[in-house]
């Protein structure tokens, strides 16, 4: 079973300018997660989709972080404009109801 | 809303020793309760669940937790710690099975030979 893809890896961006993540979930899985893990903490989460339809957004910082999971697979996490407290590592989840939520690998992003 | 505390930053343990890595949760209902464990650059891989079933919950790599309802705690436990299990360890409880995990700070584990 293949896992859960995240890319880019790594991303060094300016404050103020945009950045994209993009996340692949694990095939059949209805439920997706994006968590921000600032250096020293644990996983924060920003948005909750159940399928294409968010379920809780009450974290995400809206004036500048979007998401959306069109056709209920994929997901793209960007953010605009950067500020140098978002630098974290930013990883993807995904969860068939009642089973543990399957992490990505994670996209560690710098503003510099 | 569900809460975790694990309870020191830091734990180290000699070789062979025995690990116990603590978490205490807080939730309004049975909970479903998870450690994870972080490598460097890495995301989350489950080491073990617990989910209403029964309280002492095996997992990988010889870990194991106990969910005592009366402490609320879902401590991590392994017999003999090898050098390998350097790394960082996630408690998380989710209030159903689609709800959202929700973390603790972690501990780092550090193994010494």
């Known amino acids: 079973e293949a896992g859960v893809a995240q890319s880019p890896r790594y991303k060094i961006i300016e404050k103020r300018q945009s950045v994209a993540f993009w996340c692949n979930p694990i095939s059949g899985h209805a439920t997706l997660y994006w968590y921000q893990q600032i250096l020293g903490q644990g996983p924060k989460l920003l948005i909750q989709f159940q399928n294409n339809g968010v379920v809780d957004d009450s974290q995400l910082p809206k004036d500048r972080f979007s998401a959306e999971r069109l056709k209920g697979v994929d997901s793209t996490l960007k953010i605009q404009p950067a500020k140098l407290e978002d630098s974290a590592v930013y990883l993807c989840a995904s969860r068939n109801t009642g089973t543990e939520a399957f992490f990505g690998q994670g996209t560690r992003l710098t503003v510099v | 809303a569900q809460s975790v505390t694990q309870l020191g930053s830091h734990v180290s343990v000699s070789e062979g020793a025995l690990v116990l890595l603590r978490c205490n949760y807080s939730?309004?209902?049975?909970?479903?309760l998870f450690w994870y464990v972080q490598y460097p650059n890495q995301g989350l891989q489950l080491l073990l669940k617990?989910?209403?079933?029964?309280?002492l919950v095996k997992g990988i790599n010889d870990f194991e937790a106990e969910f005592k309802k009366s402490e609320t705690s879902f401590h991590l436990t392994k017999p003999s710690a090898h050098m390998s299990d350097a790394a960082e360890y996630f408690c998380a409880v989710s209030l159903s099975g689609n709800t959202p995990l929700v973390f603790g700070k972690g501990t780092r584990l550090s193994v010494i030979a």
């Open positions: 939730s309004s209902v049975p909970p479903y």
């Open positions: 617990y989910t209403s079933a029964a309280t």
